[in-house]
């Protein structure tokens, strides 16, 4: 059996492959913080431009150089990076807005020869847009590589020559195309690209093993590079026990090798040791990382902090004085009007009929925008109130989502019972997962009110960077009886929901307390007052009538 | 560049092809909207289309495309009167694009160094009488999204800004791709679409093996895959060309239009929109399928693609609502 690549090994295989035919293999999805490892990586990159998530238009697809074309007289074009199709370097991808991943995108399916996103997302939902992670083939995660791991990275340009000399010519198995696809298929990849990128993946590490004819190990590596971090895999109990999961595999030695493998493969599908060396090359939290929830994990667009008073779309406002680029725009009216008192003097000794514009005219145009507001509902499922409730509380969370959809509104999703609270549902607008995780809500255990609070309260001020409007939806019986460390001590969880809320008033976060005790509860109305938030004594509920309250809270 | 993958080797998706073909064959119908996974050959099948298309016969130089010299815009300043072949155009519509390139704008190059106040077209001046491809659609952003639902409306481009007062026609096809998990559509968006269809990764192995297969074969051995499938390309773009000399002279029986409104009824659809859409589909259908009269037959072929996006929003509803439209279908239509 083909032992699969030693992580080291496969980092060398990545870059051989993108080495000689990155217009196939599209790119590499590169996973990893800034460290002494990752720049042993991006060294051995081959020549490329780079470029940030904040890079305008101007920039990609190029444009007018305004200050030149003023100093000129005449039309001065500036280039964009997209222009030329050079291999591009993304940093700090995992910020990339969808506008930029979806022209990147469209670039690549084009023209461009590939991409290299370095993604130093710190959570698992931190992550690039789906519309890129599909397209690029090649995938590396750097997380558990220690320096010792690493060795320097050198690529030999003469090799690197020979393979793309050798790359047309080379030929896969007859059942390689079918493998690969049963593979993909087996592991729940949708995604048709996916067995694409495998392919061209396998042809060129094949040329750049000097094989005419891959060989089923490059088949094997080839599907480990490109499939192992995109799928789930078949169900685990049904495949045999893995033989030595803890030993780490030793790096494949090719002579050897070549020579063992036809035996050991013979009586085996080929499909199967695909699939096994993808297994092996399984990242240790991958299915954790899917149990959590495959959906949450693509960024959606919601990285950068958007500009709340900024320079593309909105509400006029005045023009300032400034520089066009970088996603400013001029104010031509503006500019003319800066412009146009002195033109008699700046005519004055120079023989010319043309606009005299200095750079001190520009203005640019500035936009005011409402931001998107977001709902955070923070709803009590403990054993006291809410198994009677609780009901309630998901039939108002769903129908405030129908309209919430209508408004264009953001709803996020909040639990506390047992000892803890727990984020149900980072803020969305999707209907159908909204749904999916509201009907999975469990219920039961004490009432950790703080700890809901102080949640509400992380998740509110985290949505705030991010240029959102948030307003915290507290739907509870006002017991809480579980303080901030998680002891079941009634004073002290009083003490802490109180402060909780003090922290949220103080942020000048809006609220609106919702209680849902079968008799109105005195501690509450203190605690909304706390908040400076409405109070609302709601003992028998219907889910209608709680959302009217809400709109009306809201301001409609 | 190189040419785009054949329409007619796209494997499968046969209710996306459907659709892009009788947009095509009826420009009236208002656009596809197509949903689905990533990697399922969205984009790809917009890019073949293009190439599909039979060219359409312009004013040489036209920013609009104009069939008839009088149709130049006064703005364009030339008055050219060649008429000139060139392929439909099909416009994409990026992500982000802004308002200026979207609708058109003063030209800053014209006004800065020549002093004078041109317009310079957007993306809706060049999509008239073509497609304007909107891809991740659902992530549009609102201000555009307000912006195109007005212009695909009216099928006229009204510029008031920056001292420019211009109009100019801008009748195109919407065809917009997304993937419903990343957000969904407005549903004042949703309704401009004439028909939507969901497309989702083929569930066998045999057809996924040979996505790979012609995919491969169109990468690396493209001249002959492209000799094999230009003939049957061309082919099809015959047959939508015979069908729209049909169309215009197909019979519609009262029973079809009595069976288009019945199905609405049953299903509850909002406005009118969707009995006009479902009809004109059907005869696209029928012109397709070169019948000289619209029956239930073609009726059924579009009901779903015509009507699943216009039902009212049920959230508790798991279902797609395209099985929703699928069994009163069946109930209304037997």
Same mark, same amino acid.
């Given at each position: 059996?083909?032992?699969?690549?030693?992580?080291?090994?496969?980092?060398?295989?990545?870059?051989?492959?993108?080495?000689?035919?990155?217009?196939?293999?599209?790119?590499?999805?590169?996973?990893?913080?800034?460290?002494?490892?990752?720049?042993?990586?991006?060294?051995? *990159?081959?020549?490329? %431009?780079?470029?940030?998530?904040?890079?305008?238009?101007?920039?990609? *697809?190029?444009?007018?150089?305004?200050?030149?074309?003023?100093?000129?007289?005449?039309?001065?074009?500036?280039?964009?990076?997209?222009?030329?199709?050079?291999?591009?370097?993304?940093?700090?991808?995992?910020?990339?807005?969808?506008?930029?991943?979806?022209?990147?995108?469209?670039?690549?399916?084009?023209?461009?020869?590939?991409?290299?996103?370095?993604?130093?997302?710190?959570?698992?939902?931190?992550?690039?847009?789906?519309?890129?992670?599909?397209?690029?083939?090649?995938?590396?995660?750097?997380?558990?590589?220690?320096?010792?791991?690493?060795?320097?990275?050198?690529?030999?340009?003469?090799?690197?020559?020979?393979?793309?000399?050798?790359?047309?010519?080379?030929?896969?198995?007859?059942?390689?195309?079918?493998?690969?696809?049963?593979?993909?298929?087996?592991?729940?990849?949708?995604?048709?690209?996916?067995?694409?990128?495998?392919?061209?993946?396998?042809?060129?590490?094949?040329?750049?093993?000097?094989?005419?004819?891959?060989?089923?190990?490059?088949?094997?590596?080839?599907?480990?590079?490109?499939?192992?971090?995109?799928?789930?895999?078949?169900?685990?109990?049904?495949?045999?026990?893995?033989?030595?999961? @803890?030993?780490?595999?030793?790096?494949?030695?090719?002579?050897?090798?070549?020579?063992?493998?036809?035996?050991?493969?013979?009586?085996?599908?080929?499909?199967?040791?695909?699939?096994?060396?993808?297994?092996?090359?399984?990242?240790?939290?991958?299915?954790?990382?899917?149990?959590?929830?495959?959906?949450?994990?693509?960024?959606?667009?919601?990285?950068?902090?958007?500009?709340?008073?900024?320079?593309?779309?909105?509400?006029?406002?005045?023009?300032?004085?400034?520089?066009?680029?970088?996603?400013?725009?001029?104010?031509?009216?503006?500019?003319?009007?800066?412009?146009?008192?002195?033109?008699?003097?700046?005519?004055?000794?120079?023989?010319?009929? %043309?606009?005299?514009?200095?750079?001190?005219?520009? %203005?640019?145009?500035?936009?005011?925008?409402?931001?998107?507001?977001?709902?955070? *509902?923070?709803?009590?499922?403990?054993?006291?109130?809410?198994?009677?409730?609780?009901?309630?509380?998901?039939?108002?969370?769903?129908?405030?989502?129908?309209?919430?959809?209508?408004?264009?509104?953001?709803?996020?999703?909040?639990? *506390?019972?047992?000892?803890?609270?727990?984020?149900?549902?980072?803020?969305?607008?999707?209907?159908?997962?909204?749904?999916?995780?509201?009907?999975?809500?469990?219920?039961?255990?004490?009432?950790?009110?703080?700890?809901?609070?102080?949640?509400?309260?992380?998740?509110?001020?985290?949505?705030?960077?991010?240029?959102?409007?948030?307003?915290?939806?507290?739907?509870? @019986?006002?017991?809480?009886?579980?303080?901030? @460390?998680?002891?079941?001590?009634?004073?002290?969880?009083?003490?802490?929901?109180? %402060?909780?809320?003090?922290?949220?008033?103080?942020?000048?976060?809006?609220?609106?307390?919702?209680?849902?005790?079968?008799?109105?509860?005195?501690?509450?109305?203190?605690?909304?007052?706390?908040?400076?938030?409405?109070?609302?004594?709601?003992?028998?509920?219907?889910?209608?009538?709680?959302?009217?309250?809400?709109?009306?809270?809201?301001?409609? | 560049?190189?040419?785009?993958?054949?329409?007619?080797?796209?494997?499968?998706?046969?209710?996306?092809?459907?659709?892009?073909?009788?947009?095509?064959?009826?420009?009236?119908?208002?656009?596809?909207?197509?949903?689905?996974?990533?990697?399922?050959?969205?984009?790809?099948?917009?890019?073949?289309?293009?190439?599909?298309?039979?060219?359409?016969?312009?004013?040489?130089?036209?920013?609009?495309?104009?069939?008839?010299?009088?149709?130049?815009?006064?703005?364009?300043?030339?008055?050219?009167?060649?008429?000139?072949?060139?392929?439909?155009?099909?416009?994409?519509?990026?992500?982000?694009?802004?308002?200026?390139?979207?609708?058109?704008?003063?030209?800053?190059?014209?006004?800065?160094?020549?002093?004078?106040?041109?317009?310079?077209?957007?993306?809706?001046?060049?999509?008239?009488?073509?497609?304007?491809?909107?891809?991740?659609?659902?992530?549009?952003?609102?201000?555009?999204?307000?912006?195109?639902?007005?212009?695909?409306?009216?099928?006229?481009?009204?510029?008031?800004?920056?001292?420019?007062?211009?109009?100019?026609?801008?009748?195109?096809?919407?065809?917009?791709?997304?993937?419903?998990?990343?957000?969904?559509?407005?549903?004042?968006?949703?309704?401009?679409?004439?028909?939507?269809?969901?497309?989702?990764?083929?569930?066998?192995?045999?057809?996924?093996?040979?996505?790979?297969?012609?995919?491969?074969?169109?990468?690396?051995?493209?001249?002959?895959?492209?000799?094999?499938?230009?003939?049957?390309?061309?082919?099809?773009?015959?047959?939508?060309?015979?069908?729209?000399?049909?169309?215009?002279?197909?019979?519609?029986?009262?029973?079809?239009?009595?069976?288009?409104?019945?199905?609405?009824?049953?299903?509850?659809?909002?406005?009118?929109?969707?009995?006009?859409?479902?009809?004109?589909?059907?005869?696209?259908?029928?012109?397709?399928?070169?019948?000289?009269?619209?029956?239930?037959?073609?009726?059924?072929?579009?009901?779903?693609?015509?009507?699943?996006?216009?039902?009212?929003?049920?959230?508790?509803?798991?279902?797609?609502?395209?099985?929703?439209?699928?069994?009163?279908?069946?109930?209304?239509?037997?």
């Amino acid at each position: 059996m083909t032992e699969p690549l030693a992580p080291w090994a496969r980092v060398e295989c990545a870059l051989a492959v993108l080495a000689v035919d990155p217009a196939g293999i599209k790119g590499l999805w590169l996973r990893a913080r800034a460290s002494a490892v990752r720049d042993r990586v991006t060294a051995a *990159f081959p020549p490329a %431009r780079r470029i940030h998530p904040g890079i305008d238009d101007t920039a990609l *697809f190029g444009g007018v150089d305004l200050a030149a074309t003023l100093g000129a007289g005449h039309l001065v074009h500036s280039q964009g990076v997209l222009a030329d199709a050079a291999p591009l370097i993304l940093t700090m991808a995992e910020r990339s807005p969808p506008g930029l991943s979806a022209r990147l995108s469209r670039w690549l399916d084009d023209k461009g020869p590939c991409l290299i996103a370095l993604d130093e997302g710190a959570e698992a939902e931190e992550t690039l847009p789906s519309a890129l992670t599909d397209r690029l083939g090649l995938f590396l995660d750097l997380g558990d590589l220690g320096w010792s791991d690493t060795e320097a990275l050198a690529l030999d340009p003469a090799q690197i020559a020979a393979a793309k000399t050798l790359l047309p010519s080379v030929t896969l198995p007859k059942d390689a195309l079918q493998s690969l696809t049963s593979v993909a298929f087996a592991m729940g990849i949708a995604s048709l690209r996916a067995p694409l990128s495998a392919l061209a993946c396998a042809r060129a590490l094949a040329a750049w093993r000097g094989e005419a004819v891959a060989s089923e190990r490059t088949l094997r590596h080839a599907a480990e590079l490109t499939l192992a971090h995109r799928g789930d895999l078949p169900d685990m109990s049904e495949a045999e026990p893995d033989p030595e999961p @803890d030993t780490p595999p030793p790096p494949p030695d090719p002579g050897e090798d070549e020579a063992n493998q036809p035996q050991d493969d013979a009586d085996r599908l080929p499909d199967d040791v695909l699939l096994e060396a993808i297994r092996a090359a399984l990242p240790a939290d991958l299915l954790a990382r899917l149990a959590a929830g495959r959906a949450a994990r693509s960024a959606k667009g919601s990285g950068t902090g958007a500009v709340r008073k900024g320079n593309h779309r909105g509400r006029p406002m005045p023009p300032l004085p400034g520089t066009p680029g970088s996603g400013k725009r001029i104010d031509l009216v503006a500019t003319l009007r800066a412009a146009a008192p002195w033109q008699p003097l700046r005519r004055r000794g120079v023989d010319t009929s %043309r606009l005299e514009i200095r750079k001190s005219d520009l %203005r640019i145009k500035r936009y005011q925008q409402s931001s998107d507001r977001v709902l955070i *509902f923070a709803v009590d499922a403990s054993g006291s109130s809410a198994f009677a409730r609780l009901a309630e509380a998901k039939g108002a969370v769903e129908l405030l989502l129908a309209q919430a959809y209508a408004r264009r509104d953001h709803v996020a999703l909040i639990a *506390f019972r047992g000892t803890s609270a727990e984020l149900i549902l980072p803020p969305t607008r999707s209907l159908v997962q909204t749904k999916r995780r509201l009907a999975a809500l469990p219920g039961g255990g004490g009432t950790p009110l703080a700890a809901g609070l102080r949640l509400a309260f992380e998740l509110a001020q985290q949505t705030r960077a991010r240029g959102m409007t948030p307003t915290v939806a507290l739907l509870t @019986d006002g017991r809480g009886n579980i303080a901030l @460390d998680g002891t079941p001590n009634r004073e002290m969880a009083e003490a802490d929901s109180l %402060r909780m809320a003090r922290a949220l008033r103080a942020a000048g976060l809006p609220g609106l307390v919702i209680d849902i005790a079968t008799r109105p509860q005195p501690a509450l109305r203190r605690m909304a007052e706390m908040l400076d938030a409405p109070y609302l004594a709601l003992p028998r509920a219907d889910a209608h009538r709680l959302t009217s309250v809400l709109q009306a809270a809201m301001g409609g | 560049m190189t040419q785009p993958f054949p329409f007619s080797a796209i494997v499968g998706q046969e209710a996306m092809k459907q659709a892009m073909v009788l947009t095509a064959i009826d420009p009236g119908i208002g656009g596809v909207l197509v949903f689905g996974d990533r990697g399922t050959g969205k984009s790809t099948a917009v890019r073949a289309l293009a190439a599909l298309l039979p060219e359409i016969e312009a004013i040489e130089g036209c920013p609009v495309n104009s069939a008839r010299a009088q149709d130049v815009p006064d703005w364009f300043g030339a008055k050219p009167t060649k008429i000139v072949k060139r392929p439909t155009p099909v416009i994409d519509l990026p992500l982000g694009a802004t308002e200026d390139r979207v609708v058109g704008a003063l030209d800053i190059e014209r006004a800065l160094t020549r002093g004078e106040k041109a317009f310079e077209p957007g993306l809706l001046a060049r999509a008239n009488r073509g497609y304007l491809y909107i891809d991740e659609v659902n992530l549009l952003e609102d201000h555009i999204v307000d912006l195109l639902l007005d212009v695909a409306q009216s099928g006229e481009n009204v510029v008031e800004r920056e001292g420019l007062s211009i109009r100019h026609p801008a009748r195109f096809v919407l065809v917009g791709s997304g993937n419903p998990e990343e957000g969904e559509l407005r549903p004042q968006l949703l309704d401009r679409f004439g028909l939507s269809v969901e497309v989702t990764s083929p569930r066998d192995v045999e057809t996924r093996v040979e996505v790979m297969r012609r995919r491969d074969a169109y990468e690396n051995d493209h001249d002959a895959f492209m000799k094999t499938w230009r003939a049957k390309d061309s082919a099809l773009r015959k047959s939508i060309l015979a069908a729209r000399v049909v169309l215009p002279g197909l019979k519609t029986p009262g029973a079809v239009l009595h069976d288009c409104a019945s199905l609405c009824i049953a299903l509850g659809s909002d406005g009118l929109r969707g009995e006009l859409t479902l009809l004109r589909a059907a005869r696209a259908q029928a012109a397709f399928e070169g019948a000289d009269t619209v029956t239930r037959v073609h009726l059924k072929a579009v009901a779903t693609s015509a009507l699943s996006h216009r039902l009212r929003r049920d959230p508790l509803d798991e279902a797609g609502s395209g099985s929703r439209v699928a069994r009163i279908l069946t109930e209304t239509l037997p």
